[in-house]
């Protein structure tokens, strides 16, 4: 399984790194990191909008499944079938929304590894053949931050984005009573102070790469409102 994740992620990912680091004006790691981090977002672009998309559906028909549960609290089997009836009919996964988390997280995973063992002359023995081996990185992005050393502005800033992100994708619940509401409130607080801390202890190119990810994905779901509400309102003249 190890070899398969190096394969497959790991030195792929290495290589399209000190690609881009060999291009990039002034042989700048984060503005590699950046360049990598879009690559890897528009390689996922057509999954993350159908995931959006899916969000928003999800969004628009929650009344209909909050009549169904009342309708059919006491028949929970009955319930749970209407349900996935109206999803069907709809064209809604209530699951589409994961899938981009599940295949960024062993991307992320891999990224993290190759910052943790760091960019050194050892770790080019990864580099295929056809790729130069840089004679030293240089980890200050722009300058002014050292990259492999943790960053409170790179952690704020993800925090911040992850917050705006959730509040964007997390659909609105106008029920106060609703426990499911309250989980959502808890959830739209909890991910972006976790995310904070977390990068607090990492490199701060970790946290860029978060930055630039959350700033993709605000993108991607500003689209998809945008996109739905332009259809809206074609619809209505």
Do not use: C
């Not at 360049?35 to 009344?63: C, V």
């Not at 295929?128 to 980890?139: D, G, K, R």
């Not at 992100?165 to 499911?180: S, Y």
């Amino acid at each position: 399984m190890a070899d398969i994740f190096y394969i497959l992620l790991y030195k792929p990912l290495f290589n399209i790194l000190i690609t881009l680091y060999n291009i990039v004006p002034f042989a700048d790691l984060g503005i590699a990191v950046i360049l990598l981090t879009i690559f890897i977002k528009l390689i996922l672009y057509p999954l993350g909008i159908k995931a959006a998309k899916s969000q928003k559906e999800m969004e628009t028909i929650q009344p209909e499944i909050k009549k169904i549960q009342e309708k059919y609290k006491d028949k929970k089997e009955e319930q749970a079938k209407k349900i996935m009836e109206l999803y069907k009919e709809r064209g809604v996964n209530p699951f589409a929304g994961m899938v981009p988390l599940f295949i960024q997280l062993p991307i992320l995973i891999s990224l993290f590894q190759i910052f943790r063992r760091g960019i050194n002359s050892e770790e080019m023995k990864h580099l295929y053949e056809f790729i130069s081996a840089p004679e030293v990185i240089n980890y200050n992005f722009l300058g002014l931050i050292d990259l492999s050393e943790a960053n409170i502005f790179f952690a704020l800033l993800a925090g911040a984005g992850q917050y705006i992100q959730m509040k964007m994708t997390i659909p609105q619940n106008k029920d106060k009573n609703d426990t499911a509401k309250a989980i959502q409130s808890q959830m739209i607080y909890f991910l972006p102070g976790f995310t904070f801390i977390i990068l607090l202890s990492l490199p701060s190119v970790v946290g860029l790469y978060w930055i630039i990810t959350i700033i993709f994905s605000i993108f991607q779901q500003y689209m998809v409102k945008r996109n739905k509400n332009d259809g809206t309102a074609k619809s209505n003249s």
